[in-house]
């Protein structure tokens, strides 16, 4: 029995190798476990730190402006004075076309507007002192006539047509006296039957004489006719009319007429100017001509494009940047970038422009993530390098992390 109890107290060998086998052996993994954590959340803080101190990087494009330089009249191509490539100063020519037509359209102008000036000057100035007295003298004359008609003839004229009667009576007696001689003669054969005929002739004129005379007598004591002294009197006041007219100068009516003509055309004078200047093609102002594709020949259509300008001095940055990170620029900073080209240089860049509204914006903006795939478009303007970048180049704009 004491056996039974030492054996019962007292484990065997070989039954305390496997219970110990059996014992587990993780004593020291919360330990591990809680280093590992430790660790993690140290690295995650110290990565956080990282990103927060760490710029943020967008990419963007290197862009230029071009201009487009046209004549708004076209034509045919008379010379190209530039190659593409070259450098053109501002107002430099670069392409003429034909301006025989125009010009004469521009003389056609020009001649009109002395034409109106010519006008203006003769309903400013009125009359001439000349013409004037020309209107006064006809005013004289048209009233003398009157006159004349009105006081009738003289005393003197009236005796003269008298004695005028008087005259061609006794002519018309001798020359009846004459006729019956010599009708009684040519019966006896005394005269041939011409004489006779020689002295009826002559008796016919006494007798016309006698009454033109006794008529103009009866014109001279009976006076004028109502219907010429009527005429008389209108020609009087037409010539006055002109004279007063003449005395008051042009209509303030005429003056504004010609005034108005000489301001059309002045106009069209000047757009046939404008129309003529449109002939030579000139830099608007200091530029790299990018394309030009004429030669002399060539017809070049109004409004078309003839050449290509590229503003050299004028490269901006065209970049986009998340809605999340809106606040780490404002107009006016100078943020840096750099490009594939010269990855060892810096170059910077004024924000000149942030656009108001968003871009690629999702329909159901919900989470975080997703409003970050708004972004918005930024303008810089680069402030060196210019000599080195080009136009598509590819760029990575460094924003620093700061708060807004």
Aim: glycine share 6%; hydrophobic share 40%.
């Amino acid at each position: 029995m004491g056996e039974r109890l030492e054996t019962a107290g007292t484990e065997p060998e070989e039954n305390r190798e496997v219970t110990e086998a059996r014992k587990p052996r993780f004593k020291r993994a919360p330990i591990v476990a809680l280093v590992v954590l430790l660790a993690g959340v140290g690295a995650n803080q110290g990565y956080r730190a990282w990103v927060a101190h760490e710029p943020l990087e967008v990419g963007g494009t290197v862009e230029v402006r071009t201009i487009q330089v046209a004549s708004r009249q076209g034509g045919r191509v008379v010379d190209v004075r530039v190659r593409e490539g070259d450098r053109v100063a501002k107002g430099q020519e670069l392409v003429t076309v034909e301006r025989t037509e125009l010009e004469a359209k521009r003389d056609e102008a020009r001649a009109a507007m002395e034409l109106a000036q010519a006008q203006l000057d003769r309903v400013t100035n009125g009359p001439r002192t000349v013409e004037v007295a020309s209107y006064h003298a006809r005013v004289v004359g048209a009233q003398a006539q009157l006159d004349e008609l009105a006081r009738g003839a003289r005393k003197e004229d009236v005796e003269h047509a008298r004695a005028q009667l008087a005259a061609s009576e006794s002519q018309l007696k001798n020359a009846e006296l004459a006729a019956k001689r010599s009708a009684q003669l040519v019966t006896t054969g005394s005269i041939a039957q011409a004489e006779v005929d020689t002295t009826a002739s002559q008796l016919d004129t006494a007798r016309a004489n006698r009454d033109a005379a006794r008529t103009a007598l009866e014109v001279l004591a009976n006076g004028s006719r109502p219907e010429v002294v009527a005429a008389a009197r209108a020609r009087l006041a037409d010539a006055r009319a002109q004279f007063e007219n003449t005395q008051l100068g042009s209509r303030d009516e005429d003056v504004r007429v010609a005034r108005a003509a000489l301001v059309q055309s002045k106009a069209r004078l000047a757009l046939a100017e404008t129309n003529l200047g449109e002939t030579s093609i000139t830099a608007p102002r200091d530029c790299v001509v990018e394309a030009l594709d004429l030669r002399p020949g060539d017809i070049l259509g109004p409004n078309q494009a003839a050449a290509t300008l590229v503003e050299g001095d004028q490269l901006f940055v065209r970049a986009y940047v998340p809605e999340t990170e809106l606040g780490l620029l404002h107009v006016g900073d100078t943020v840096p970038f750099t490009v594939d080209t010269f990855k060892d240089h810096t170059f910077h860049a004024l924000v000149q422009h942030v656009n108001d509204v968003g871009e690629y914006t999702p329909r159901n903006v919900q989470t975080v993530d997703e409003r970050a795939n708004q972004v918005y478009l930024v303008r810089l303007g680069v402030a060196d390098g210019q000599e080195f970048l080009r136009a598509g180049m590819a760029v990575t704009v460094r924003l620093p992390r700061r708060h807004p």
